[in-house]
């Protein structure tokens, strides 16, 4: 009598085994998984939760007359005014930059491909700094713009600069065979299907612009950020800077919702492999020299002039300015606090990634919207719910390490999140039960299989984060122990005594510091635009 075998050579109605006749097993029981992913999400809503408390507990009468007085009304025209004039400044540049490098024979585009994305590596504050140096008289609405966009618009360059890079060639030929002109093939062709790259972009432009402290305070423009960190000095966590935190969370949830909005329901995917010529680049000609000369302008304004006062000052400073007993202890405290907080942030990403990339569901997708929600507000609004909480239920961890890393957990968790949720989609659960089905346990095969094949994509979650602690000021002011001395906090406090040599080294290391992982983020986006 025959047996009847299946495909795979197993008898036909048993059941495929692993190992000792069960079905192979995640590392880590599901529910685990998801207790540690809605441990996560609860503890990352903590900003809001304070939020919501703060204005129950002011009550309506008391938190109406502090939101609706004329100071709230003036941060709040300032606020509008930035974000009106910036947003669209920072749109042009980087989309007009993207275009240039990636779809005209422009000479040196893959130099300036990387000039354009430079000053990212500047933080804003470093920014203002040398501007202030260059113009001592800057100061309102104008000049927060110019260091703003200056500072920012490589956030709109490099995601169009990567949609470009990966975009069809044959959508615009297609457009030029039936007779449109180059102009009117990118406004009518490419600039649609630049649509989720720059409504991106300008979110986190808007959203940067909400959060920024240091640049703003340099140039005595006050915005809700500012105005929210003197209310904190002055009165330590009074009624009024906590309504004005509130107003200040508000902006940035409807930012998120026109955001989402703004994506629309369009289809940007092509099926199939595409075109595999590369796009016609549409030559200069007599806009050659002028192309050439605003994009210079632009490097040297934005990343030039900077550098170059960061390093005047230090040159005017001496030797002395490199005092080892002042900045050796706040680089190693920023390299402490770096990479703890990155080994930290990648560890708690892990479980949200594993269950959106092995357990897709609506429930895994709200999980992790909520560290995307979370991580879109202010730093100083973090801090704040640190701080009231800290004091009122656990008084023992105020101004603690904890603390303060816990805070660049929950800022800093979605750059973790992306890269991991990337690195495990490419280690499919597959190998997995192929190494239990000879015999692994779950937790052996897993160190094996997955977690070496996510490392790389960790690691870059992990450099990112690195580079984001390494910046961070607002945060940091507010909760960091006493005694603590970092590049960011050091530089603040000598800039603000107008110690502009003294400040000029932490300037110079941050932005070296910074400047590799900048390079990585960019080479990470050519390489998603399959360049």
């Known amino acids: 009598m025959s047996t009847d075998l299946s495909a795979s050579g197993t008898p036909a109605g048993s059941t495929t085994t692993a190992g000792k006749g069960k079905r192979p097993r995640p590392p880590f029981g599901v529910s685990t998984v998801s207790i540690l992913a809605i441990l996560t999400a609860l503890f990352s809503l903590l900003p809001l939760g304070y939020v919501v408390y703060m204005t129950a507990a002011t009550g309506w009468d008391t938190a ?116 449109l002109g180059p102009w009117a093939v990118f406004f009518r062709v490419v600039l649609p299907q630049l649509r989720i790259a720059m409504s991106g972009g300008a979110l986190l432009v808007a959203l940067h612009l909400l959060a920024e402290y240091g640049a703003f305070a340099m140039i005595r423009f006050d915005t809700f950020t500012t105005a929210i960190m003197v209310q904190f000095q002055s009165t330590f966590n009074g009624t009024a800077g906590n309504m004005l935190a509130s107003v200040l969370v508000f902006l940035c949830l409807i930012l998120l919702l026109v955001e989402v909005r703004s994506r629309g329901t369009a289809r940007y995917a092509r099926i199939g492999s595409g075109a595999q010529a590369k796009a016609t680049r549409m030559p200069l000609g007599l806009y050659q020299v002028p192309a050439q000369l605003a994009l210079l302008a632009l490097t040297v304004l934005a990343f030039g002039v900077p550098v170059w006062f960061v390093l005047r000052w230090i040159v005017a400073g001496g030797p002395d300015v490199w005092a080892a007993d002042e900045f050796i202890p706040a680089l190693l405290q920023t390299l402490m606090y770096g990479a703890v907080g990155a080994l930290v942030t990648t560890i708690v990403a892990f479980p949200m990634a594993y269950l959106a990339v092995r357990r897709p569901s609506w429930f895994s997708k709200m999980l992790e919207l909520s560290n995307y929600i979370t991580s879109s507000l202010p730093g100083i609004v973090v801090g704040l719910a640190f701080v009231t909480v800290s004091i009122r239920v656990l008084p023992g961890v105020y101004q603690t390490t904890g603390v303060l890393i816990a805070a660049y957990v929950l800022l800093f968790l979605p750059r973790a999140l992306v890269n991991l949720r990337a690195g495990l989609a490419q280690a499919p659960k597959e190998l997995d039960e192929a190494a239990q089905s000879l015999g692994k346990a779950p937790l052996v095969s897993f160190f094996r299989v997955t977690l070496r094949l996510s490392a790389p994509a960790a690691a870059g979650g992990a450099a990112l984060v690195f580079l984001a602690i390494v910046n961070e000021l607002t945060a940091t002011l507010l909760l960091s122990p006493n005694g603590t001395r970092t590049l960011a906090t050091e530089f603040w406090s000598k800039s603000s005594e107008i110690d502009y040599t003294g400040a000029a080294p932490y300037a110079l290391l941050m932005i070296l510091l910074s400047a590799p992982m900048t390079y990585l983020l960019f080479q990470q986006s050519k390489k998603v635009a399959g360049q």
């Not at 930059?97 to 422009?106: C, F, M, N, P, S």
């Not at 000479?107 to 804003?124: D, K, S």
């Open 64 to 179: 109406v007359e502090l939101i609706f007085r004329p100071r709230v009304a003036e941060l709040l025209l300032n606020t509008i005014l930035l974000m009106v004039i910036t947003v669209p400044a920072c749109l042009v540049l980087g989309v007009g930059g993207a275009w240039l490098v990636e779809r005209t024979k422009l000479r040196g585009h893959r130099w300036w491909a990387v000039a354009l994305a430079a000053p990212l590596a500047i933080p804003a504050f470093v920014n203002s700094y040398s501007w202030v140096s260059a113009v001592p008289s800057l100061a309102g609405i104008w000049s927060g713009v110019l260091i703003a966009t200056l500072s920012y618009f490589p956030l709109v360059y490099i995601p169009a600069a990567a949609t470009l890079g990966r975009l069809d060639p044959a959508i615009e030929q297609s457009a030029a065979s039936l007779g």
